[in-house]
C-alpha cells in the first residue's frame, strides 16, 4: 500500500550522509504503521520549519522503511537543508507523483546527469530485487567530483558507463553519445525500456538520440527539477505548456511520446509567479 | 438530452460548473484543458499590477480528514501585462473569467483597459474581481470588507469596461450583506460567494503553523454549509435582483442542487479536484446524475433556482 501523508509527517533527520561537493543525503526512518511504499521516481515535499518546503526525489527506501533524500547545496533552502544536525525535525509530505512505470524487459538502461542520479539510485535497487532485469547505467557529470554515489556504484554488480565532460574520469563527452552507441551496436531495442534523469536539456537531447531509434514511448523521463507548490495537481503552478500536464501530479515521469508533444519541454520553466523562462 | 445551459446575468454558459479561481488558471493550457474536461467556464488565477512570488512552502495543504484545502499562496502571478499574453493563447471556444486583485481603483482599472485592448477577438467572459482573499496584504479581503471601497472600485471599472464584471466576496465579515449592497448599488453584474474562510493549522511536533504565512484561508468541503447559507442570505435580501454565484465546497451533484435551491445562478468548483482523478472525472460525474436527476425531477436547472425560500 503506498499511503500518502498529506501533511507534514514530521520525522528527526536519523542519518546524515556526506556524498561531497555541499551535497547531502538525509535519511528518516518511516514508523512501519503508516504502511508506505513510495515508488523510485516519486518525490516529497521536505519541509524545513520556519524557512520553506521543497521537492525532493526519493534517493532510496529499503526494507527497513529508511527513506533517503540527496540534497545538493545550490538553491537557498536546499543549502539549509543541508546544515541541519541529526536529530532535528523535517517534514515529510508525499509520496508525490507518477514514478517510474517499472517495466519488466530484460534490459533497463539508466541515464543520469549530474543529481540526476539521485531517483535512479533508488530505482536501481528497486530494479535489482527483480532478478531477471539486466541494468545498464549511463553516469555522467562536468567532473569526476560531481559523479555523486561513485564508490557505492561501483560496488553494484551492474553494467556502468561513466563519463564526464572533462574527462577527468570515464568517456569525455555526454551520456547522450554512449546511450547513442550502446543503442547502435550492442542493445536489443525491443526488449530495453530506458529510464533517465538530469537537467532537462540533457532530457531533450536524448530524446533525440531515442527518437531515431524509434524509442520515444519506451522511455521515461524524469522532470524533477522545476518549481512545484501543492504536489497534488489543482494549484497549476507547475503547469507544462501546451497541454496542460502538471509536474507534480501527471508527472514528475513522462513517456517520450508525450513529450515530444509537450512545446516547454527542454525550452521554457517556470518561476514561482507563474512567469515562463527560457532554459 | 437535458439542457444544462445557464444564464449568469447576459453571460450564457453550456452548464453551470465553473472552475474556480486558484486552481489550473495560472497558464493558458491548464485553462484549456479545464475547458476541454467539461467545465462550463473556467477563471484565471488572481491577476494583479505586479508579479508576486507568492508565500515560501508550504502553501497548500490538503486536509484529508475533511476533504478540504488550507492555502496561503499569496496570489502568485506574474503581473497583467504578462498574463495578458497568456490570455492570447486561449482556445477560441472557451468561455473563461479574468480573476483580478489590486488594492485600489485605479489598478483594476488600469489591468482591464489593457486586457480589454489587447484582447479584443476573444474576449472574457467576465472580470471577477477578487475583494476576497485573506491572506494577502493590501489587497483582496483587506478592500473587500470595507464599503466604501468596494463602491469606489466597482464604479470606475464600471465605467472602464463592458464586459461583466464579477465580484467575489469574503465570509471573513460580521454582516455580508453591507458589503453585497456595496457591490450591487455599484453595478455589478454578478456576485460570488464565498471566498476561503481565514484558518490556521499548527504542528504539534515542530509545535509552529504549517503555513509559511501562518494564516491562510480554508476551502473545500467543510466550508460548504456556510457558502449554502450565504447564498441563501443573499438571496432572501436580493431575490433575483443580481445573479448569485455559489462557491463552498462544491464537489457531488447534490451540492450543486443545494446552492441553486439556495439561490445560485451556477456554483464554482476547486478543492473538490482533488477528491477525482482528473477533472474529467469531475465533471463528467457530476453532470452525468445532475442530468438524471432533471429528468427524474422534470425541470431545467434554473428552475429550482431559490426555491428553498418558497
Known amino acids: 500500500m503506498n499511503k500518502r501523508f498529506n501533511l507534514p509527517l514530521c520525522l528527526p533527520i536519523e542519518k546524515i550522509t556526506s556524498e561531497g561537493l555541499g551535497t547531502i543525503t538525509l535519511s528518516f526512518t518511516i514508523p512501519s504503521v503508516l504502511q508506505t511504499q513510495p515508488l523510485p521516481g516519486q518525490y516529497f515535499m521536505i519541509w524545513n520549519p520556519g524557512d520553506d518546503e521543497i521537492p525532493i526525489s526519493i534517493s532510496n527506501f529499503d526494507s527497513n522503511n529508511s527513506i533517503s533524500f540527496t540534497i545538493c547545496s545550490e538553491g537557498e533552502t536546499s543549502n539549509n537543508l543541508t546544515k541541519k544536525n541529526k536529530s532535528k525535525l523535517i517534514g515529510l509530505r508525499g509520496p508525490f507523483g507518477n514514478g517510474f512505470d517499472i517495466v519488466e524487459k530484460e534490459t533497463a538502461v539508466l541515464v543520469a546527469g549530474g543529481m540526476g542520479i539521485a531517483p535512479l539510485r533508488y530505482l536501481i535497487y528497486y530494479l535489482l530485487r527483480r532478478k531477471n532485469i539486466k541494468i545498464i547505467l549511463i553516469y555522467g557529470a562536468k567532473v569526476e567530483k560531481e559523479l555523486f554515489f561513485k564508490t557505492e556504484l561501483d560496488n553494484l554488480s551492474i553494467e556502468k558507463h561513466f563519463c564526464t565532460d572533462d574527462g577527468s574520469i570515464g568517456y569525455k563527452g555526454f551520456p547522450t553519445e554512449i546511450l547513442d552507441n550502446l543503442l547502435k551496436t550492442t542493445l536489443e531495442k525491443k526488449s530495453t525500456e530506458i529510464y533517465a534523469c538530469g537537467p532537462e536539456l540533457m532530457l531533450k537531447a536524448i530524446l533525440g538520440v531515442v527518437k531515431r531509434y524509434s524509442l520515444e514511448r519506451f522511455t521515461q523521463f524524469s522532470l524533477a527539477d522545476r518549481y512545484i507548490r501543492c504536489g497534488f495537481g489543482i494549484c497549476g503552478s507547475c503547469t507544462l505548456d501546451d497541454q496542460g500536464l502538471t509536474i507534480c501530479h501527471d508527472g514528475p515521469v513522462f513517456r517520450g511520446d508525450l513529450l515530444l508533444n509537450v512545446k516547454d519541454f527542454g525550452l521554457f520553466g517556470r518561476k514561482s509567479d507563474g512567469s515562463k523562462f527560457k532554459l | ?310
Open chain 2, 1 to 310: 438530452m437535458i439542457d444544462l445551459q445557464i444564464k449568469v446575468g447576459d453571460v450564457k454558459l453550456r452548464n453551470p460548473l465553473i472552475l474556480a479561481s486558484g486552481l489550473l488558471g495560472s497558464s493558458y493550457s491548464s485553462l484549456n484543458r479545464a475547458y476541454e474536461n467539461g467545465f462550463g467556464a473556467v477563471t484565471t488565477k488572481s491577476i494583479g499590477v505586479e508579479s508576486r512570488d507568492g508565500y515560501p512552502n508550504p502553501s497548500i495543504i490538503y486536509l484529508e480528514e475533511i476533504k478540504s484545502i488550507l492555502n496561503a499562496v499569496g496570489v502568485a502571478n506574474p503581473g497583467y501585462k504578462v498574463f495578458t499574453q497568456e490570455l492570447k493563447e486561449m482556445n477560441k471556444d472557451v468561455q473563461y473569467v479574468v480573476s483580478l486583485f489590486g488594492s485600489n481603483p485605479d489598478e483594476f482599472v488600469q489591468m482591464i483597459e489593457h486586457i480589454d485592448e489587447h484582447i479584443i477577438v476573444h474576449s472574457p467572459s467576465a472580470y471577477e474581481l477578487n475583494l476576497s482573499c485573506p491572506h494577502a496584504k493590501k489587497v483582496g479581503m483587506a478592500v473587500g470588507t470595507d464599503p466604501e471601497i468596494i463602491n469606489s472600485i466597482i464604479s470606475c471599472v464600471k465605467k472602464s469596461t463592458r464586459i461583466p464584471i464579477w465580484v467575489k466576496l469574503t465570509p471573513n465579515i460580521t454582516n455580508i450583506i453591507s458589503v453585497a449592497e456595496a457591490a450591487i448599488s455599484a453595478g455589478a453584474d454578478a456576485l460570488v460567494a464565498i471566498n476561503t474562510l481565514k484558518a490556521l493549522m499548527i504542528d504539534i511536533y515542530v509545535k509552529k503553523p504549517i503555513l509559511s504565512n501562518i494564516r491562510g484561508g480554508l476551502s473545500g468541503r467543510s466550508i460548504k454549509p456556510i457558502g449554502i447559507r450565504t447564498i441563501f442570505d443573499l438571496f432572501e435580501k436580493y431575490g433575483l435582483e443580481i445573479p448569485l454565484i455559489g462557491v463552498g465546497g462544491v464537489s457531488k451533484w447534490q451540492d450543486v442542487i443545494e446552492y441553486f435551491l439556495a439561490g445560485a445562478n451556477a456554483v464554482q468548483i476547486g478543492s473538490a479536484l482533488n477528491d477525482y482523478s482528473s477533472p474529467k472525472e469531475l465533471t463528467s460525474k457530476i453532470i452525468f446524475v445532475l442530468e438524471n436527476y432533471l429528468s427524474d425531477e422534470n425541470v431545467k436547472i434554473g428552475e429550482l433556482r431559490g426555491i428553498a425560500h418558497e
